[in-house]
């Protein structure tokens, strides 16, 4: 392309006028502009007296309904059978109004910036699995050591779901239960997945140490919050908990799902990519590890 | 003259906001009052029949006689322009409405001198802005000040329909060539979507008005239990169109946000087409919410964990948009200039309000702190600092092309600390007096409760923000006398309104203009290496 | 990339929409939503009015049936006065519009009929009881609605005899006037169902 500056006067009116004109089909007013017309705030000063009228007086509303009678019947006849406009003679604002000259200019702006690359989404899957093996193993050890039962964790996840775990004694809980570790195992495999994939989409637009962020500040906040929270949403079930045993139990997560997306092999992002592709499902093969 | 017989969108639309800025200064006088009733325990600044008045014109004026007229406006300014067309679609249709809001308007206030009724002087309403049943039934409310409520906002409401029915009319059937759907800008999508709510939610609340009018005047027995009617049938109505009410208020600024943003980025808005689909989602989920205003009802427990979920559901396209915003200035050279920086305190304060929001949307925990200051403090949250900043911003950002003059920077960006420090003031305190179990819509209070320091500080707040309100007020006044001129794009800006004059002419653009990408007139800025390229 | 210039298209919009027709969908939706409102209100209080008049002793079908039948065939009519005014039949054209005006009139007044047997002979009023209450509103509402597409229908009819209705330049606006007609048609297929079928249980068996 030619830079603005090699282009004649002449030239720049040819590329306007071929950008400009061109009426579309149904433009209703070519260069021409609805008259003004007393009638629509009549008709509306007529409307708001009927009702005014219920709670003053009944003459109001009569008075009301004969100015909104007035109005529309006005109204009408502004658009019936021509629409009532007045036409701009184009020669006319052309004069007043020169059209607006767009001087080209050399920006060099960025169009769009965006995380150039990104981590492919398989990729938070397979950290969402990562985190969630670590971090069961460490509630695990939790259950094994502090509290002599693998049950235990478990019981106290499907607590956050099922009001009656609440209730269970100590006993119980030590115990297992079939239909708490199912729902545990559910809960699990499910908040894992979420809290993956939110790692693989906000991973890239932590500032430089994804393991920083992603294995340890991301759960202390986490664990801050539920400590502060859980004693008032749950009480039952925070009395259970020890807190450096959760702390390391999320820190294990973090750094394993933050380990395994950190490791994947980025994905450029280009504007007009495929939707599979960008979802990392179309690389060649041996692309990725 | 020449103003009430116009039929010109934009001169419609500058009315819309200048009533709709008069009507903001009476409901901030009313929560003035408010605030100094409740700066200290056992205060005896006003009554508490003239309280239960001042929060219910407050409530009432600020949500239909400054936020919407307001929004609309700005729509109506914007979206011919936008779109690039010469008026709305039915210009007479919107002239009309504008109207039907004034008189609405006026007849609700008309009330402070009109409703006699029984008590033989002049009395507002002083039900509510949701106005419950039974309070609303004859026997609880004399005189006629309940109808007044009905009528104005009856009335009012009529004209926000016909401008929705425009609002759609214009976006589908207006556009200049090439500008398809998925090139308008964000603000159309916006004012779409909102225009669907409007003519889903308002007709609901004139029906229930009109159910109510036939209880009061006919003996009706609608709503009022003691004669087979039933209360909470008001309470299902009302939400039903209350809350896509509240995101009437919110969609529009979320617009501006989406304008503002790229310019002062100097980048494209990241993410439209999610923007759009967040947008639409967000509309239609706002239908099957409503309840979640009622949880202390005690609706059972199938209904409150559904609605609690669907709640739950809408924080998802929303926080997308969080995101998205994030994201458009995220490696731009961000200008902070005022409208930016209202926009930013737009999202901080937006997402505060959210949050409390998903607070309340947990069924135990509203149980807790509904009808608490709590829940004053949320809403004010995304009420003010969402729509309200919105609003300044949106100010600020298209002054120029309306006048011609560009509103002074440095008045501006203390207007913007002035309110931005008035408003945490005042309503970041609410959520811990509401924690502490203050109830809200009390006239006072006992001194040992631990309420004093907050209320005050509440309270303190407000000169704050009304310094910030008069210096924009002065800024306008000396802008419109003597200020700086602004030419026809002073932000260098990408969309349409933008390549006509300042202010524009009647007819909006001499020629119609033609769309070549979501930004037009970057392309025609950048005939090196236009948007629609990459489209 | 591939394919720079793929897309600048700039051509007018391939088919632009009717502001009018818009316009008319946008009202017809807002009605709707407006009646919705009193539809689920009657069909939350079907059964739960065990004092007064009951449905079942007040509503009879058959006047009401001679109603419905007028207003729905009224649609039909509509149909081909619109139909006559596009092929240039002005003839035609007055005289199904005036035949769809007198069913309108009859239903509207068979309402009243009704209305006034209910209240004289039933002693059933708009105080009487929730029934009563639900009743009059929904179908006075609609009533209210025939009567301003009446209004509308003969205002076109007299313009019509006047001269003023030109076949090639007005057979579209009178097509979209004539939607609101079909939309007070089908709400009362919606009210006739709700109030004289599902409504007719005895009161108070559910509460
Ligand atoms: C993430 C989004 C949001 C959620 C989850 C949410 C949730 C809630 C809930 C549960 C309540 C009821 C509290 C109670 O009375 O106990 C409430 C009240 C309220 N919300 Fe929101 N909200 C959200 C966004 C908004 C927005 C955007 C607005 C307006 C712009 C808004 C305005 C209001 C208002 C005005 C009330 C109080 C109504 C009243 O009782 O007078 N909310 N919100
Ligand atoms: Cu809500």
């Excluded at chain 2, 008026?87 to 006699?116: E, T």
């Excluded at chain 2, 709503?223 to 299902?236: M, N, R, V």
């Excluded at chain 2, 209070?445 to 500080?457: H, K, M, P, T």
């Excluded at chain 3, 059964?47 to 007040?58: A, H, W």
């Amino acid at each position: 392309m030619t830079t603005p500056e090699e282009k004649t006067k002449a030239e720049q009116l040819a590329e306007r006028a071929e950008l400009a004109p061109r009426e579309p089909l149904e433009m209703p007013y070519l260069r021409a502009i609805p008259q003004p017309t007393p009638w629509p705030i009549l008709a509306a000063f007529g409307v708001t007296f009927i009702f005014a009228g219920l709670v003053t007086n009944w003459v109001v509303s009569v008075v009301g309904a004969a100015f909104a009678l007035v109005g529309i019947i006005g109204w009408f006849r502004e658009v019936f059978p021509h629409e009532n406009v007045e036409a701009i003679p184009v020669a006319d604002c052309e004069a007043v109004l020169p059209p607006p000259v767009f001087e080209p200019r050399p920006a060099k702006s960025p169009r769009n910036v965006v995380p150039e690359e990104i981590h492919p989404y398989r990729s938070g899957l397979k950290g969402a699995v990562a985190g969630a093996v670590a971090m069961a193993v460490v509630a695990a050890g939790w259950g094994l050591i502090d509290e002599g039962s693998l049950w235990m964790p478990i019981n106290l996840l499907a607590g956050t779901v099922l009001p009656s775990v609440g209730e269970a004694t100590l006993e119980q809980l030590r115990l297992f239960n079939g239909v708490w570790f199912a729902t545990a195992v559910a809960v699990h495999v499910c908040l894992s997945l979420a809290v993956g994939m939110v790692f693989v989409v906000s991973l890239p637009m932590m500032p430089r140490r994804p393991l920083l962020a992603g294995g340890l500040i991301a759960p202390i906040i986490w664990t801050g919050i539920a400590w502060a929270t859980l004693r008032v949403v749950n009480p039952t079930l925070e009395q259970y908990i020890s807190w450096p045993w959760f702390l390391g139990s999320q820190i294990a997560f973090g750094l394993a799902c933050a380990m395994v997306i950190a490791r994947s092999t980025k994905v450029r992002l280009h504007i007009g990519r495929s939707f599979e592709d960008r979802m990392g499902f179309e690389q060649t093969e041996g692309d990725e590890s | 003259m020449q103003w009430a017989i116009s039929v010109d969108h934009k001169k419609l639309a500058m009315m819309y906001i200048g009533a709709g800025l008069i009507f903001f200064l009476v409901g901030g006088i009313e929560a003035a009052f408010m605030r100094l009733q409740l700066a200290q325990a056992g205060n005896e600044v006003v009554d508490p029949a003239t309280f239960n008045q001042l929060f219910t014109m407050h409530g009432t004026t600020m949500v239909f006689l400054v936020g919407m007229p307001i929004l609309l406006g700005f729509g109506n300014y914007l979206i011919p322009l936008m779109v690039g067309a010469r008026d709305m679609a039915f210009p007479r249709l919107n002239a009309f409405g504008f109207w039907l809001f004034i008189f609405g308007g006026l007849l609700l206030y008309f009330s402070y001198v009109g409703a006699d009724g029984l008590y033989g002087a002049g009395t507002a309403p002083d039900v509510g802005w949701f106005a419950y049943a039974p309070l609303t039934s004859r026997t609880f409310s004399r005189g006629n000040s309940t109808d007044y409520w009905i009528l104005g906002i009856l009335v009012s409401g009529f004209g926000s329909m016909t401008t929705a029915i425009n609002f759609i009319a214009t976006i589908l059937c207006m556009r200049c060539p090439g500008m398809k759907l998925m090139r308008m800008p964000m603000i159309a999508w916006m004012m779409l979507v909102v225009a669907f709510l409007v003519l889903v939610a308002i007709p609901i609340l004139t029906a229930a008005q009109a159910m109510l009018l036939f209880d009061r005047t006919l003996g009706a027995h609608f709503f009022d239990p003691e004669t087979q009617g039933s209360a909470i049938l008001w309470q299902h109505l009302f939400w039903f169109f209350g809350h896509p009410e509240v995101y009437i208020l919110i969609l529009p600024a979320f617009g501006f946000v989406s304008e503002i943003m790229p310019t002062f980025s100097r980048k494209v808005l990241f993410g439209y087409p999610l923007m759009v689909a967040a947008t639409v989602g967000i509309g239609f989920i706002s239908l099957g919410v409503w309840a979640h205003h009622m949880f202390v009802v005690g609706l059972g427990p199938v209904l409150d964990s559904f609605f609690g979920a669907t709640t739950f559901l809408i924080s998802v396209p929303t926080g997308i948009k969080i995101f998205n915003w994030l994201g458009t200035m995220w490696g731009g050279r961000i200008q902070f200039t005022t409208p930016m920086l209202f926009v930013t305190g737009f999202v901080a304060m937006f997402v505060i309000g959210g949050l409390t929001g998903i607070m309340l949307a947990t069924v135990p925990m509203t149980w807790q702190l509904s009808d608490s200051y709590f829940v004053v403090g949320h809403f004010h949250y995304v009420l003010f600092g969402g729509t309200v900043f919105g609003i300044f911003g949106a100010l600020f950002y298209w002054f120029p092309k309306a006048t011609g003059r560009l509103l002074d920077e440095r008045l501006g960006k203390w207007t913007f600390w002035l309110l931005f420090i008035g408003f945490t003031l005042t309503f970041m305190p609410m959520h811990v007096s509401g924690a502490l179990g203050m109830p809200r819509r009390v006239y006072t209070y006992e001194a040992d409760r631990g309420f004093e320091i907050w209320n005050l500080i509440s309270s303190i707040g407000v000169p704050v923000q009304m310094a910030g309100v008069a210096l924009f007020l002065w800024n306008v006044v000396r802008t419109l006398r003597k200020g700086e001129v602004a030419g026809d794009d002073p932000w260098d800006a990408w969309t349409l309104e933008w390549g006509t004059s300042s202010p524009p002419p009647e007819w909006n653009f001499d020629r119609i203009p033609t769309c070549t990408s979501a930004r037009p007139l970057w392309d025609r800025k950048h005939p090196e290496d236009p948007d629609a390229h990459y489209e | 990339m591939t394919a720079l210039n793929a897309n600048p298209s700039t051509g007018p919009l391939k088919a632009p929409l009717s502001r009018a027709k818009v316009g008319m969908a946008c009202l017809i939706f807002m009605e709707s939503a407006f009646f919705s409102a009193f539809l689920v209100t009657y069909l939350y209080y079907i059964g739960k009015s065990p004092d007064g008049p009951q449905p079942l002793e007040c509503l009879e079908l058959n006047l009401v049936l001679i109603n419905s039948v007028c207003l729905l065939s009224s649609s039909v009519t509509v149909v081909l006065a619109v139909r006559s005014l596009a092929r240039g039949a002005m003839g035609a054209f007055r005289l199904w519009l005036a035949v769809t005006i007198l069913l309108g009139l009859e239903f509207l007044l068979g309402t009243g009929y009704e209305w006034w047997g209910l209240i004289e002979d039933k002693g059933l009023t708009i105080q009487s009881n929730a029934f009563g209450t639900n009743f009059y509103s929904l179908v006075g509402f609609h009533a209210f609605h025939v009567f301003v597409g009446l209004v509308l229908l003969i205002g076109v009819f007299i313009l019509s005899l006047f001269g003023c209705i030109n076949p090639k330049r007005d057979h579209q606006r009178v097509d979209v006037a004539t939607w609101y007609w079909h939309f007070v048609d089908v709400v009362w297929i919606l009210v006739f169902t709700l109030v004289y079928i599902v409504g007719r249980v005895p009161q108070g068996a559910a509460a």
